[in-house]
């Protein structure tokens, strides 16, 4: 099952979407369970149109609460929100902290390009200092923050980071971050070919997290830390922290939920 669909692909050739486009084909050809993809606004959400899979295309930065809005409605599906760094980290950060505090039973995988791609490269909350593009001619004179320190005190109880030019590991976590009951974070490392070319930078020091055990809080902590978006450090890939909590959507909303009847009841009230 190839889940191609007949749209025209329209990013530009050497973009990292490609590549995560590939790999979540894959992944969900092998799932279980049926998937629905949510995206945000920006190059990264034209992939709802490139899988042929039920999706929803949100709004800039309002990934998490439609995602949500999907699990609750019903909790046998799969949800996979896709987003970029401009839609999850600026545009809608909010949305993804409380979706992470609440262990809303969800997957967010984030293009992280460090720029706007769409709108042709301003800067966002992840870009490098001194990055020089359309809003920050002279440098962004701005730190970046690091979304995966981020995820963790927030509550997101699994955080990863890939790179889109490392397929197999990019696999792996993906599969595992869909598989995973609890709230998934994936921060993807997706150059933009055309407005902030990360190739070379990226293939120097990404290196995989071997030996490493996820379910230390300690361990999580100090490998997260590694590297803070900003300096020349190596980039450690893969599974950082996973945990095992009550979702949100658990028995205690369960208990709370209305039933069908109770919905239709409130509705003819409000007719
Ligand atoms: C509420 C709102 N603000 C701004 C825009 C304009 N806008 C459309 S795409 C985009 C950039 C998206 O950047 P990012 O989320 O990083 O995704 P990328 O294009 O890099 O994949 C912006 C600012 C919008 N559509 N809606
Ligand atoms: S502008 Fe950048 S992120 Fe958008 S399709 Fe082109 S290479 Fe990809």
New binding site residues.
């Given amino acids: 099952m190839s889940l191609r669909t007949y749209a025209e692909i329209t990013w530009c050739p050497g973009c990292g979407n490609f590549a995560i486009l590939n790999v979540v084909r894959k992944v969900f050809a092998r799932l279980d369970t049926p998937v629905v993809m949510v995206s945000?606004?920006?190059?990264?959400?034209k992939i709802v149109d490139y899988v042929n899979v039920s999706s929803f295309y949100s709004?800039?930065?309002r990934v998490p609460p439609a995602a949500t809005g999907i699990k609750l409605a019903n909790p046998k599906l799969a949800v996979v929100g896709f987003?970029?760094?401009?839609?999850a980290y600026g545009?809608g950060l909010e949305h993804l902290v409380f979706a992470a505090k609440r262990n809303v039973d969800i997957t967010m995988i984030i293009?992280n390009?460090r720029?706007?791609?769409?709108?042709t490269g301003q800067f966002?909350p992840t870009s490098p200092k001194g990055f020089r593009g359309k809003s920050t001619p002279e440098g962004s004179v701005e730190k970046p923050f690091n979304p995966l320190e981020l995820m963790f005190s927030a509550g997101a109880t699994f955080i990863a980071r890939s790179y889109s030019n490392r397929q197999k590991n990019l696999e792996m976590v993906i599969e595992e971050a869909i598989k995973h009951r609890g709230f998934s974070f994936v921060d993807v490392l997706q150059p933009?070919y055309t407005f902030f070319n990360t190739y070379d930078y990226y293939n120097e020091r990404v290196y995989e997290l071997k030996e490493h055990d996820p379910y230390s809080r300690e361990e999580a902590e100090k490998r997260i830390k590694e590297w803070d978006y900003n300096s020349d450090n190596r980039i450690p890939i893969g599974i950082f922290y996973r945990e095992e909590k009550e979702v949100f959507e658990g028995e205690e909303f369960e208990e709370r939920k209305p039933s069908k009847k109770q919905l239709f009841e409130i509705l003819e009230q409000h007719r």
């Fill in positions: 945000g606004i920006g190059c990264h959400a709004i800039h930065g987003a970029g760094d401009g839609d545009e293009h390009n720029i706007y791609a769409l709108t966002t933009c």
